[in-house]
């Protein structure tokens, strides 16, 4: 049976390393917004949250995706 929706292993790989790329960035976003919870106000902090939790829903979403549809698990010799 062939899947109706699906694409290569190695860009099963990529969109994988994007969705880590994002929980990367995100992780580095929360620390600097802990580090100037103080220095601004309350909707920027409110903002930086919600940047971090959209950044961390996207990239959870994407290794949804890669892990699902994009042959992760396939090796790329076969």
């Given amino acids: 049976m062939v899947p109706l929706l699906a694409f290569s292993h190695s860009a099963g790989v990529t969109v994988a390393e994007v969705g880590f790329l994002l929980f ?3 992780g580095v976003w929360i620390a600097i917004a802990w580090l100037l ?3 601004a106000g309350g909707k920027w902090n409110r903002f930086r949250m919600v940047v971090a939790g959209t950044l961390i829903a996207v990239g959870g979403l994407l290794l949804i995706i890669a892990s699902h549809w994009g042959n992760l698990f396939v090796s790329a010799q076969a």
Avoid: E, P, V
Wanted: no cysteine; proline share 0%; aromatic share 16%.
């Fill in 24 to 26: 990367m960035i995100a």
């Fill in 37 to 39: 919870w103080n220095q």
